[in-house]
């Protein structure tokens, strides 16, 4: 059966800190990828995916993240939080064969400003 | 573009009580899915549509739990009746095709 796994379920950073979260899937077949956020108060929304090519995936506000299909990894990095970056991480995946998204735990994020 | 629409944001029943959702998906999506969000845990699948049909409704508790989406547009999800452990955010997404969801801003429920 697939499964996402998130490492942490509470980290605390300090502003201009680096940001790794990490994400690990469990899922035979090809897979697609993604990194949702919820901003206090506000809806889940798209902050990167991953459906093939170059492996290290762009978002917006500066996260971007690494696909390492040998360690079944999808890991979100930023090099500098905010504190503005206080929110909620979920991780999600795709198998190929429903199209559904199977979701991890969640991992809250504070910044201390 | 408009985005997700769901009402009521919030609802507070009793055990036993019946309750209703709505959603209305972004224009033009043909994939409506809803989510059951219980706190601490990450969105689970109840049921997802592709235009007015279902695809996938296996993780819907069926004896009290219903949906649909008639036109292949708005949605609803009824409760009937109630349990405490129901109590979370039902979140409603739509797709225009398989990959990126979008969301709604949730309905909260509260069984007391």
């Known amino acids: 059966a697939q499964s996402v796994s998130q490492h942490n379920h509470h980290v605390i950073l300090s502003e201009a800190a680096s940001l790794e979260l990490g994400c690990n899937y469990s899922?035979?077949?090809?897979?697609?990828l993604f990194w949702y956020v919820q901003y206090p108060g506000q809806h889940l929304q798209l902050l990167l995916k991953?459906?093939?090519?170059d492996p290290l995936v762009k978002g917006i506000k500066g996260f971007e993240a690494e696909f390492i299909k040998s360690k079944f990894s999808f890991n979100l990095r930023k090099p500098s939080v905010q504190w503005s970056d206080t929110a909620e991480y979920f991780c999600?995946?795709?198998?190929?064969?429903?199209?559904?998204?199977?979701w991890g735990a969640g991992t809250k994020l504070i910044i201390k400003p | 573009e408009a985005g997700v629409a769901q009402s009521p944001r919030y609802k507070i029943i009793e055990k036993r009580q019946s309750v209703a959702f709505w959603c209305n998906p972004i224009?033009?999506?043909?994939?409506l899915y809803w989510y059951q969000q219980i706190l601490g845990q990450g969105p689970k699948l109840l049921i997802q549509?592709?235009?007015?049909?279902?695809?996938?409704d296996s993780q819907l508790p069926k004896d009290r739990f219903s949906a649909e989406r008639l036109k292949g547009v708005d949605s609803t999800l009824k409760i009937q009746p109630a349990k405490l452990e129901d109590s979370a955010v039902y979140l409603c997404?739509?797709?225009?095709?398989?990959?990126?969801?979008?969301f709604g801003p949730g309905t909260r429920l509260t069984v007391l």
């Open positions: 997404a739509s797709s225009p095709s398989p990959g990126t969801q979008y």
């Open positions: 224009s033009g999506h043909a994939t």
């Open positions: 549509f592709q235009n007015n049909g279902v695809v996938d």
């Open positions: 899922y035979g077949g090809t897979v697609n």
């Open positions: 991953y459906f093939s090519g």
């Open positions: 999600a995946v795709m198998g190929d064969s429903n199209y559904q998204l199977i």
